[in-house]
């Protein structure tokens, strides 16, 4: 491991679509960067030689590793991503990115990508609300668990109590 490498490092399980994810998710959320793709030295359980064992990039700041692994092991909702947003415009362009292009949407902001990575699209106006207690918490957590994309014009509204 070389100086610069982080510390810490979210490592996902794909079965051959690595590099693919990768490059989809380093173009669509914030301060990401795609970095080294790396290609199998020898054939092994889950590639061939020279076939993209794994990559790495950043997504928000955070430092990940996609590696093929195989079909053995499949994402599932038991572990999500949460990316925060500022506005509904960036959750409509984060949420539509992710669901329009193979994923489906859940619940309360949720959906999953096309290889089964869950998310959590948040606007911070609802992370906000939800901290403060009380009546407002529960007005917003009232209003986010009709939702599926979170609509920030609703949060703000049961926020406000109108």
Avoid at 113 to 139: F, H, M, N, Y
Wanted: with cysteine; proline share 4%; glycine share 8%.
């Amino acid at each position: 491991m070389s100086a610069a490498a982080p510390k810490a490092t979210v490592c996902l399980w794909f079965d051959k679509d690595a590099e693919e994810a990768a490059r989809f998710y380093s173009s669509i959320f914030p301060d990401s960067e795609l970095g080294e793709i790396q290609r199998a030295p020898s054939d092994n359980p889950s590639t061939g030689e020279g076939d993209v064992l794994l990559a790495t990039l950043t997504i928000c700041g955070i430092s990940y590793m996609l590696l093929n692994g195989g079909p053995n092991f499949a994402p599932d909702e038991a572990y999500s991503l949460q990316i925060h947003t500022d506005d509904q415009e960036e959750t409509d362009r984060l949420w539509n990115a992710i669901v329009g292009n193979g994923g489906q949407e859940s619940a309360c902001g949720w959906c999953k990508d096309k290889w089964g990575v869950c998310w959590q699209i948040t606007p911070r106006v609802l992370t906000e609300a939800l901290s403060t207690g009380g009546e407002t918490a529960q007005r917003a957590f009232e209003a986010m668990m009709t939702m599926h994309k979170i609509d920030v014009a609703a949060i703000n509204a049961a926020v406000k109590g109108t």
